[in-house]
């Protein structure tokens, strides 16, 4: 089996930078939920295609969600790593076509169901035959491409040996969080986390392997679409998960106790919605640790997310100026309390460091003044959900003076029919009593006939600077498409895949024809 190397591609562009238009449109999916025939979308033909039809389409944005390796739930939010990529995003034609697989092993895959990622049976699938192309690359010998492996393995050791290391114990100790394991390994005892790594060594090297593989794919999906006029946004979670590289290497860090184990963890206080808040279970940062390291560690997350994707929308951007801290094992966010966050203090640093920084702040929930003067202090761009638009407030009439009704919208913000969070904006309208939609109907009069359409236009016409619309709002799709709902684990986040005749011409050329209207075209 001969071994090939990928095409050469154009590097990255600099995130100081970013290639974004002034006045843009662009639509929300995930990679896992672009179509093809093995069980996940990935970085092959299918993202190309879905890049092509964004030309076709006026787009110039591409939003993603987190793109890193999912843990239990499969949650993109979730990560077993800040750095790493999701080695199930990558494409098997393409490492045949690199000599690495033979395509009858790849046109073999089993049959997956229709419409929906089925986690597991695509890991049990797929994991093992990159693991057989990555031991095939390293059996190779000395080529261009071992060579840029062996260039990529320097450039990112800093993550990529924690990241190895954890994900082989992690093998090693099926099912078990990092906390679990052996007091040695879990708190990284010098002696033993050196033996267990010279006994891990090749599964070590094999992990390193497929990452490479991830970031060869991703930035040559990217160099596509830059060549095509098309932003990429990405997405980074305040928070990282417990069970993670980054928690594991980095204990000082985080609030822990001496058994590595959170003292702490993340939610929100109870609300109008949520009589008990919201407990989500993150560790929080002990930031006067981050502080005296110079926010070492975000600004090397900015820093490789900027060599990701041109804009980074980073999730619960109010924790940047207080975190609800609850204590670990309670019932109930209720228990927590507010702690302040150094949030100027990190991103004068992150921009010193970085220069302008290429982030969307999510600004959704209750945001107080607080949070607002510091999202404006660095000129960041907040959101605008549509769907919000029409809540009522807790006297039952919806208010004028609601922030996310379009004749209040800013220029400096990103606008929405709906988020992955949100319900697709049919099964939302669906869910409205009849009084709801007659008010919806009075305050959007559209040409358009679907409810879904009438909000993309609305989006599109917004004075937002950018405007972003799901897929499944593009395919007028129900509730049956909904992406994830908060507060669940249920089966069924996270596994929406879009049909094989999703990106069709005549919406392109509907959703090309809003752009060029309200000055969003190229």
């Known amino acids: 089996m001969g071994l090939s190397s990928p095409p050469e591609d154009s590097p990255a562009p600099d995130p100081r930078t970013p290639a974004v238009p002034g006045r843009a449109c ?93 986690y597991g049976a695509v890991i049990s699938w797929k994991m093992p035959l990159l693991r057989r192309a990555a031991s095939r690359f390293l059996a190779a010998g000395p080529t261009a ?75 040559a999906l990217r160099a596509e679409a830059a060549r095509r006029g098309i932003a990429i946004i990405g997405d980074l979670p305040i928070f990282v998960a417990p069970d993670s590289a980054d928690v594991w290497a980095h204990r000082q860090l985080f609030r822990l106790d001496r058994h590595g184990r959170p003292t702490v963890v993340s939610g929100v206080p109870p609300d109008y919605f949520a009589a008990t808040g919201q407990l989500w279970g993150n560790p929080l940062y002990a930031w006067d640790a981050l502080a005296r390291e ?120 990103v606008v929405y029919t709906g988020t992955h969070d949100n319900d ?21 009069p559209s040409p358009e006939r679907e409810i879904s359409w009438r909000f993309i236009r609305m989006a599109v016409a917004s004075v937002c600077r950018w405007a972003v619309v799901p897929l499944q709002d593009v395919l007028g799709l129900g509730s049956d498409a909904r992406m994830n709902t908060p507060g669940t684990t249920g089966a069924g986040n996270w596994s929406w895949r879009a049909p094989d005749t999703a990106f069709s011409a005549s919406d392109a050329t509907r959703l090309r024809e809003l752009a060029k209207i309200y000055g969003r075209a190229l």
């Open 294 to 413: 110079g926010f070492r560690f975000w600004v090397e997350r900015i820093q490789a997310a900027g060599r990701m994707v041109d804009l980074v929308r980073i999730d619960h951007f109010r924790g940047f100026v207080g975190s609800w801290a609850v204590p670990a094992g309670a019932a109930t966010a209720a228990a927590g309390r507010w702690e302040e966050v150094p949030g100027q203090a990190l991103f004068e640093t992150l921009e010193k460091e970085l220069g302008a920084l290429p982030i969307i702040a999510e600004d959704l929930g209750v945001i107080t003044p607080d949070v607002v003067a510091l999202r404006e202090r660095f000129g960041f761009p907040g959101m605008r959900v549509l769907q919000f638009a029409f809540d009522k407030n807790e006297s039952g009439a919806l208010g004028a003076g609601n922030r996310f009704l379009p004749h209040n919208h800013v220029f400096d913000s």
């Open 145 to 219: 491409l071992s060579r840029r492996f062996q260039e990529f393995r320097t450039a990112e050791r800093a993550w990529l040996d924690d990241f190895a290391a954890f994900m082989s114990i992690k093998a090693r100790y099926p099912g078990a969080w990092n906390q679990d394991w052996p007091a040695g390994l879990a708190l990284r005892d010098t002696e033993a986390l050196a033996r267990c790594r010279e006994e891990l060594a090749a599964e070590m090297e094999l992990e390193r392997v497929v990452q490479f593989f991830f970031f060869q794919q991703w930035e």
């Open 26 to 118: 662009g639509i929300l999916l995930h990679p896992t939920s672009l179509p093809g025939p093995a069980g996940i979308g990935d970085l092959g033909l299918g993202a190309t295609r879905f890049l092509d039809w964004l030309a076709d389409a006026g787009q110039t944005l591409w939003q993603v969600l987190p793109l890193g390796p999912t843990g239990y739930g499969d949650s993109p939010y979730a990560s077993f790593s800040s750095f790493a990529g999701n080695p199930l995003l990558v494409s098997p034609v393409d490492l045949a076509s690199w000599g690495l697989l033979d395509r009858t092993e790849v046109d073999t895959a089993p049959s997956f169901p229709a419409g929906r990622v089925d």
């Open 424 to 444: 697709t904006t049919v099964g939302w309208y669906e869910g409205r009593s009849a009084e709801e939609r007659a008010e919806i109907d009075r305050y959007a």
